[in-house]
C-alpha cells in the first residue's frame, strides 16, 4: 500500500489568483497521477506526472492551466492557474503500488470566490 | 473510449440487510477493476481489486465480482451496517482509471 498526504487541505481563493497543492508519498513510485472531483460529480484524470519528464494532459486540460511539477519519486505539486468559481472543486493525488491498486491523498477542497 | 455505469445513483436500506451494488462498463479489454469508498467531503478508500484475470475478490463483508465478458462487476456488501454509509465508487483501468459516478449508500438505523 501507500500513504498518501496532501497540503492544503483546503482553501477559500479569489478569482485570478494560483494555488499549488501538494502531494507527498511514503515510498518511491513512477507515476504519480492528479484527478479533478467537481461538486457532485465523479473523478477526472487531470494528468499524469512522471519524474523526469513532462506531464501527460488528458483532453480539455492544459498545462498553462495545470502546470504540475515533479521532482523526485516521492512529491509532486498541481498549480491551479489564474482561478475562477468554476475551478471549485476537490483535487486529489493517486498513486498505483503493487498489481495495479491505487491509492488515493485525502484530497485538497478548493472554493474559488 | 471507457464508459463506466453505477446502478444504482442512491439507495437506502434498513441495517442488517444485505445489499448488491451494481458497476457495468463498456470495454472488456479492462486491466483492473477496482471499488473505493469515499465518505464525505473525505478522499477515496480502496476497498478491493480485482485484476483481469480474477473473477472475485473478497474482504471482511465485502465481496467483489467481476465479469468480463458481459462488461459487470457487482460490490456485495453483507449485514449493512450504519457505518457503511458512504459514496461507492468502481473504477477499471491500469493507470489511467476512469471512474463511474458512484452510488450513495445509506443504511438507517
Known amino acids: 500500500s501507500a500513504v498518501i498526504s496532501q497540503k492544503p487541505s483546503r482553501d477559500i481563493c479569489q478569482r485570478g489568483t494560483s494555488l499549488t497543492i501538494q502531494c507527498q508519498v511514503d515510498s518511491q513510485v513512477t507515476m504519480m497521477f492528479w484527478y479533478r472531483q467537481q461538486p457532485g460529480q465523479s473523478l477526472t484524470l487531470i494528468a499524469t506526472?512522471?519524474?523526469?519528464?513532462?506531464?501527460?494532459?488528458e483532453s480539455g486540460f492544459v498545462i498553462d492551466k495545470f502546470p504540475i511539477s515533479r521532482p523526485n519519486l516521492t512529491f509532486s505539486t498541481l498549480t491551479v492557474s489564474n482561478m475562477s468559481p468554476e475551478d471549485s472543486s476537490i483535487y486529489l493525488c493517486?498513486?498505483?503500488?503493487?498489481?495495479?491498486?491505487?491509492?488515493f491523498g485525502p484530497g485538497t477542497r478548493l472554493t474559488v470566490l | 473510449k471507457q464508459e463506466v455505469t453505477q446502478i444504482p445513483a442512491a439507495l437506502s436500506v434498513p441495517e442488517g440487510e444485505n445489499l448488491v451494488l451494481n458497476c457495468s462498463f463498456t470495454d472488456s479489454a479492462i486491466y483492473n477493476l477496482q471499488w473505493f469508498r469515499q465518505d464525505p467531503g473525505k478522499g477515496l478508500t480502496s476497498l478491493l481489486l480485482?485484476?483481469?484475470?480474477?473473477r472475485e475478490q473478497t474482504s471482511g463483508r465485502l465481496n467483489a465480482s467481476l465479469d468480463k465478458s458481459s462488461g459487470r462487476s457487482t460490490l456485495y456488501i453483507a449485514a449493512s451496517q450504519p457505518g457503511d454509509s458512504a459514496t461507492y465508487l468502481c473504477a477499471v483501468g491500469d493507470d489511467k482509471i476512469i471512474f463511474g459516478k458512484g452510488t450513495r449508500l445509506h443504511i438507517l438505523p
Open positions: 493517486s498513486v498505483r503500488a503493487g498489481p495495479g491498486e491505487q491509492f
Open positions: 480485482i485484476q483481469s484475470s480474477q
Open positions: 506526472a512522471n519524474q523526469g519528464s513532462e506531464a501527460t494532459y
